[in-house]
Every structure is written in structure tokens, then in C-alpha cells.
């Protein structure tokens, strides 16, 4: 089993900047993909920012210039900076990893609000 636990959510104004991170309880060099996904009240999960093992990202277009996912192999973390925030910004990010051990395994963090004013 693996913990997920997100920090850094807040009430920030519009333009300003955020960074979240993601705490594993175990070593993320095991993960094959980690991702950044939030939920806006309404709407359905989205893809925000994931990354490889390897430390490719990918980034969904609203975010692209904006946000930055980086990883630290040492303290276990998946950071996400997000820079120019938006009110549209507001939503539940969550902390995604995949692992394959004897199948595809598939954890979820229990989420943090960022909620951005205008």
C-alpha cells in the first residue's frame, strides 16, 4: 500500500503563486507515472501535471507556462509550483501515482483546496 499526502493549498488572489506537494510513504523511484489532478465543483477530474519516472512532464493546456511538476527522488515528493494563478484555478488537487508490481497498481491522496479570488 501507498500513502499519499498533499500540502501547500490556501486561498491566494488571482496572479499569485502556490506551490502543492505530494508526500509518499514510500520511495517514488518505484512509480512509473505521478500526477497532479484537481476537481472544480461541477466539473470531472482533470489531469493538471504528471511526470515520469524518468522526469518527463506532460502538462494540460490551461496550465502550460503557468505550473511546474517536479520531483524529488530523496524526500519522496511530487511538488507542483503554480505560478499566475487563476480564479479557474479553484478546485480539490489531488496526488495520483502508478506503480506496477504484480499488476498495475493505481493511489490516490486524499486532496487539498486551492481556492484563487479575483
Known amino acids: 500500500q501507498v500513502q499519499l499526502v498533499e500540502s501547500g493549498g490556501g486561498l491566494v488572489q488571482a496572479g499569485n503563486s502556490l506551490t502543492l506537494s505530494c508526500a509518499a510513504s514510500?520511495?517514488?523511484?518505484?512509480?512509473?507515472?505521478m500526477g497532479w489532478y484537481r476537481q472544480a465543483p461541477g466539473k470531472e477530474r482533470e489531469l493538471v501535471a504528471g511526470?515520469?519516472?524518468?522526469?518527463?512532464?506532460n502538462y494540460a493546456d490551461s496550465v502550460k507556462g503557468r505550473f511546474a511538476i517536479t520531483k524529488d527522488n530523496a524526500k519522496n515528493t511530487i511538488d507542483l509550483q503554480m505560478n499566475g494563478l487563476k480564479p479557474e484555478d479553484t478546485a480539490v488537487y489531488y496526488c495520483?501515482?502508478?506503480?506496477?508490481?504484480?499488476?498495475?497498481?493505481?493511489?490516490w491522496g486524499p486532496g487539498t483546496q486551492v481556492t484563487v479570488s479575483s
Open positions: 514510500m520511495s517514488i523511484i518505484s512509480f512509473n507515472y
Open positions: 511526470i515520469t519516472r524518468y522526469g518527463t512532464p
Open positions: 495520483k501515482v502508478n506503480r506496477q508490481a504484480v499488476r498495475l497498481e493505481e493511489y
